[in-house]
């Protein structure tokens, strides 16, 4: 029997959790398809894996359906984590996206991840991260008076 290789690789099945969060993420998003979702879940929790460390990195994970928890846990921190501005920016320069696309991007895949953490959690994830994030995950920016 001969066979041809050049067959692509098909993917295993989404988990019905993974499947709901990108039905989340799409019609926050507004995306014509799951792939298009797909791709801004895969982007931004890449990102966001580059950035979160320690207990809240782990919390989050748990959270999150297996599929979305390794695309975050399979990132290395980085020494020195982004504010929410370069973080987007960061985003965009690695996919070549605009700079509105890619914030619409992260605020919508941010608000599928508050559904699966919690409000508890995600005020951990903020006070761990720079400035600037809480308006990604649609959180004023709150800042102590001087």
């Known amino acids: 029997m001969i066979t041809d290789v050049r067959v692509p690789h ?6 019905t959790a993974y499947e709901q969060m990108l039905e989340k993420v799409r019609y926050e998003g507004v ?6 979702a797909d791709e801004a879940v895969c982007l931004v929790l890449a990102g966001l894996g580059r950035q979160l460390t320690g207990d809240e990195r782990v919390d989050l994970a748990a959270c999150l359906p297996l599929e979305a928890a390794r695309v975050l846990t399979s990132q ?7 504010g929410g501005w370069d973080f987007v920016k960061d985003l965009a320069t690695r ?3 605009s700079l509105a696309t890619t914030r619409w991007d992260t605020g919508s895949v941010f608000a599928a991840v508050t559904t699966h ?14 400035a600037g ?6 959180r ?7």
């Open 117 to 130: 953490a919690g409000p508890d959690l995600i005020t951990r994830i903020l006070h761990q991260l720079p």
């Open 31 to 36: 995306y014509p398809n799951r792939e298009r």
């Open 10 to 15: 098909q993917h295993q099945p989404y988990s």
């Open 95 to 97: 996919t070549g996206a």
């Open 140 to 146: 004023a920016e709150l800042t102590p008076a001087a």
């Open 76 to 82: 290395i921190p980085d020494p020195q984590p982004l």
């Open 133 to 138: 994030y809480a308006l990604l995950f649609g």
